[in-house]
């Protein structure tokens, strides 16, 4: 006889959750990632925190894109759209970022004697990275991205309706992950 794991275990009964609660838990910890990297994103010290923020919110979006009719309609569009910005505020600075990272590699694969040719390139870089950057931060400390993790957290942490309004809320997450995995395939 197979002896089941405990990681199978755990799996099998997570499938087994209503899509809507599953799907609050997976998001919560996304936002949780959200909130743990936003200290480190404005203060710029680590671009990896950046990195890792964008990274839960193309999760989260996933997430309500690809799973709909797991939670009412209105909630889907008002905080896909709110994803969807902070994706918008941030996609500047990592873009930057990434050239900035790359810049020397770039500048090390000319020939030397082209190489000082590059440093304006640079200059433009280092300019427009700053300007983006502190419109991120302005963004960060706005009223509608407080008020975004604020109503999303609240939303996220309430318990899931009984009687859901959303037309797959009760399925378990494992038959809509199935279908969705082989609609993909």
């Known amino acids: 006889m197979k002896k089941i794991k405990k990681e199978q275990l755990r799996i099998d009964a997570a499938r087994t959750l209503r899509c809507d609660e599953a799907s609050k838990s997976i998001l919560l910890e996304q936002l949780g990632q959200i909130e743990a990297n936003l200290e480190g994103t404005k203060l710029g010290e680590n671009i990896e925190c ?43 600075v990592r873009d930057l970022d990434v050239y900035m990272i790359d810049y020397p590699q770039y500048r090390d694969s000319l020939g030397k ?18 300007r983006v950057r502190n419109q991120l931060l302005i963004d960060l400390e ?39 995995i082989w609609k993909t395939y």
């Open 50 to 92: 950046l990195h890792a923020l964008r990274v839960a919110v193309r999760r989260s979006r996933s997430l309500l894109n690809r799973l709909k009719g797991v939670f009412p309609p209105t909630i889907e569009t008002r905080f896909s759209e709110e994803l969807a910005w902070v994706g918008s505020i941030t996609t500047p």
């Open 113 to 130: 004697h082209l190489r000082d040719d590059l440093a304006p390139l640079y200059d433009f870089l280092v300019a427009n990275h700053n």
């Open 142 to 180: 706005s009223q509608r991205f407080k008020g975004f993790l604020v109503k999303w957290r609240n939303y996220l942490e309430r318990p899931v309706p009984q009687r859901p309004t959303a037309p797959v809320a009760l399925f378990p997450i494992g038959e809509q992950a199935d279908l969705r």
